[in-house]
Protein backbone atom coordinates (compact mmCIF):
# COMPACT_ATOMS: atom_id res chain seq x y z
CA UNK A 1 0.00 0.00 0.00
CA UNK A 2 1.51 3.87 -1.14
CA UNK A 3 0.70 6.81 0.09
CA UNK A 4 -1.68 6.85 3.40
CA UNK A 5 -2.32 10.04 4.72
CA UNK A 6 -4.55 10.98 7.74
CA UNK A 7 -6.38 13.60 7.01
CA UNK A 8 -7.54 16.26 9.22
CA UNK A 9 -10.60 19.02 8.72
CA UNK A 10 -9.99 20.84 5.71
CA UNK A 11 -11.03 21.32 2.44
CA UNK A 12 -10.09 17.76 1.18
CA UNK A 13 -11.78 16.62 4.38
CA UNK A 14 -14.59 18.38 4.29
CA UNK A 15 -15.73 17.36 0.87
CA UNK A 16 -15.41 13.87 1.20
CA UNK A 17 -17.51 14.05 4.39
CA UNK A 18 -20.04 16.23 3.01
CA UNK A 19 -20.47 13.63 -0.23
CA UNK A 20 -20.46 10.64 1.85
CA UNK A 21 -23.15 11.84 4.35
CA UNK A 22 -25.14 12.54 1.45
CA UNK A 23 -26.06 9.01 1.71
CA UNK A 24 -25.27 7.38 4.96
CA UNK A 25 -25.36 9.09 8.32
CA UNK A 26 -21.72 9.34 9.75
CA UNK A 27 -22.22 8.29 13.59
CA UNK A 28 -21.73 5.44 15.94
CA UNK A 29 -23.53 5.13 19.11
CA UNK A 30 -20.05 2.62 21.30
CA UNK A 31 -21.70 0.54 24.12
CA UNK A 32 -21.61 3.03 26.84
CA UNK A 33 -20.63 5.60 24.98
CA UNK A 34 -22.28 9.19 24.21
CA UNK A 35 -22.97 9.08 20.52
CA UNK A 36 -20.87 10.22 18.25
CA UNK A 37 -19.11 10.84 14.48
CA UNK A 38 -16.26 9.30 12.91
CA UNK A 39 -12.59 9.44 14.32
CA UNK A 40 -10.17 9.61 11.55
CA UNK A 41 -10.04 9.69 7.43
CA UNK A 42 -7.63 8.00 5.99
CA UNK A 43 -6.70 8.79 1.99
CA UNK A 44 -4.74 6.26 -0.04
CA UNK A 45 -3.14 6.86 -3.37
CA UNK A 46 -3.29 4.15 -5.54
CA UNK A 47 -3.66 1.74 -2.23
CA UNK A 48 -2.20 -1.77 -3.29
CA UNK A 49 -1.29 -0.68 -6.54
CA UNK A 50 -4.48 0.60 -7.93
CA UNK A 51 -5.60 3.88 -9.38
CA UNK A 52 -7.14 6.84 -8.28
CA UNK A 53 -7.85 7.70 -4.62
CA UNK A 54 -9.90 5.58 -1.47
CA UNK A 55 -10.92 7.18 1.34
CA UNK A 56 -11.20 4.81 4.80
CA UNK A 57 -13.52 6.39 7.21
CA UNK A 58 -12.52 4.89 10.54
CA UNK A 59 -15.91 4.91 12.41
CA UNK A 60 -13.48 3.39 16.04
CA UNK A 61 -10.36 4.21 17.55
CA UNK A 62 -7.31 1.67 17.30
CA UNK A 63 -7.53 0.09 20.76
CA UNK A 64 -11.67 0.73 21.09
CA UNK A 65 -12.13 -2.79 19.71
CA UNK A 66 -10.42 -5.85 19.05
CA UNK A 67 -9.77 -5.24 15.38
CA UNK A 68 -10.14 -1.21 14.86
CA UNK A 69 -10.98 -1.95 11.41
CA UNK A 70 -14.12 -3.60 12.25
CA UNK A 71 -15.60 -0.88 11.35
CA UNK A 72 -14.92 1.30 8.84
CA UNK A 73 -16.55 3.01 5.16
CA UNK A 74 -14.21 2.54 1.83
CA UNK A 75 -15.14 5.54 0.06
CA UNK A 76 -13.97 5.45 -4.04
CA UNK A 77 -15.87 8.76 -5.12
CA UNK A 78 -14.80 8.64 -8.63
CA UNK A 79 -15.19 6.56 -11.25
CA UNK A 80 -11.98 4.77 -12.00
CA UNK A 81 -11.42 4.73 -8.24
CA UNK A 82 -9.86 1.35 -7.48
CA UNK A 83 -8.19 -0.62 -4.62
CA UNK A 84 -5.80 -2.92 -6.17
CA UNK A 85 -5.27 -6.82 -5.55
CA UNK A 86 -4.15 -7.80 -2.11
CA UNK A 87 -3.86 -10.48 0.16
CA UNK A 88 -4.46 -10.30 4.13
CA UNK A 89 -2.75 -13.56 4.73
CA UNK A 90 0.06 -12.29 6.68
CA UNK A 91 -2.68 -10.18 9.02
CA UNK A 92 -4.56 -13.68 8.53
CA UNK A 93 -7.66 -11.35 8.48
CA UNK A 94 -11.08 -11.83 6.18
CA UNK A 95 -13.31 -9.10 5.42
CA UNK A 96 -16.80 -8.65 4.24
CA UNK A 97 -17.53 -5.88 2.25
CA UNK A 98 -21.19 -4.31 2.41
CA UNK A 99 -22.42 -1.79 -0.73
CA UNK A 100 -24.46 0.72 0.70
CA UNK A 101 -24.17 3.07 -2.06
CA UNK A 102 -22.80 3.16 -5.86
CA UNK A 103 -22.21 0.79 -8.23
CA UNK A 104 -18.58 -1.10 -8.60
CA UNK A 105 -16.40 -4.16 -9.73
CA UNK A 106 -14.85 -6.78 -6.73
CA UNK A 107 -12.46 -9.43 -8.53
CA UNK A 108 -11.07 -11.73 -6.75
CA UNK A 109 -8.84 -14.73 -7.47
CA UNK A 110 -6.29 -17.41 -5.55
CA UNK A 111 -2.83 -16.64 -5.44
CA UNK A 112 -1.18 -13.78 -7.05
CA UNK A 113 -1.79 -15.73 -11.38
CA UNK A 114 -5.32 -17.58 -10.42
CA UNK A 115 -7.92 -16.74 -12.79
CA UNK A 116 -10.36 -13.38 -11.75
CA UNK A 117 -13.61 -14.00 -10.94
CA UNK A 118 -15.98 -10.89 -11.58
CA UNK A 119 -18.75 -9.71 -9.37
CA UNK A 120 -20.82 -6.30 -10.17
CA UNK A 121 -21.72 -4.37 -6.91
CA UNK A 122 -24.62 -2.78 -6.02
CA UNK A 123 -26.41 -1.01 -2.83
CA UNK A 124 -27.14 -4.19 -0.74
CA UNK A 125 -24.48 -6.62 -2.24
CA UNK A 126 -22.11 -7.98 -0.10
CA UNK A 127 -18.85 -9.65 -0.37
CA UNK A 128 -16.93 -11.78 1.61
CA UNK A 129 -12.88 -12.47 1.05
CA UNK A 130 -10.71 -15.32 2.85
CA UNK A 131 -7.43 -14.34 3.98
CA UNK A 132 -5.78 -16.61 1.16
CA UNK A 133 -7.54 -14.82 -1.19
CA UNK A 134 -6.46 -11.84 -3.74
CA UNK A 135 -9.24 -9.43 -3.92
CA UNK A 136 -10.10 -5.52 -5.62
CA UNK A 137 -12.56 -3.19 -5.97
CA UNK A 138 -13.54 -0.30 -8.13
CA UNK A 139 -16.02 2.21 -8.54
CA UNK A 140 -17.33 1.99 -12.16
CA UNK A 141 -20.36 4.48 -12.03
CA UNK A 142 -21.01 8.17 -11.95
CA UNK A 143 -21.35 8.33 -8.21
CA UNK A 144 -19.15 7.38 -4.87
CA UNK A 145 -18.84 4.30 -4.27
CA UNK A 146 -19.35 3.50 -0.47
CA UNK A 147 -18.55 0.28 1.24
CA UNK A 148 -19.07 -1.07 4.77
CA UNK A 149 -16.08 -3.12 5.90
CA UNK A 150 -15.80 -5.54 8.78
CA UNK A 151 -12.70 -7.21 9.05
CA UNK A 152 -12.08 -10.18 10.86
CA UNK A 153 -8.45 -10.62 13.00
CA UNK A 154 -7.66 -14.81 13.79
CA UNK A 155 -3.52 -14.07 14.72
Known amino acids: MSGTVILSEGTEFDHVIQQVSKYINLYVMAFEKEERT ?10 YGGNGTVYMV ?16 MVLLKNGDESGFH ?4 RNEEELYVVVHGTGEYRERTGTDG ?3 KKTLQKGDITAIS ?9 TGDEPLIMFVITTNNP
Open 38 to 47: ITRLEKRENM
Open 58 to 73: QMFDHKELANNRLAAY
Open 87 to 90: THNL
Open 115 to 117: PIR
Open 131 to 139: SIGYHSVEN
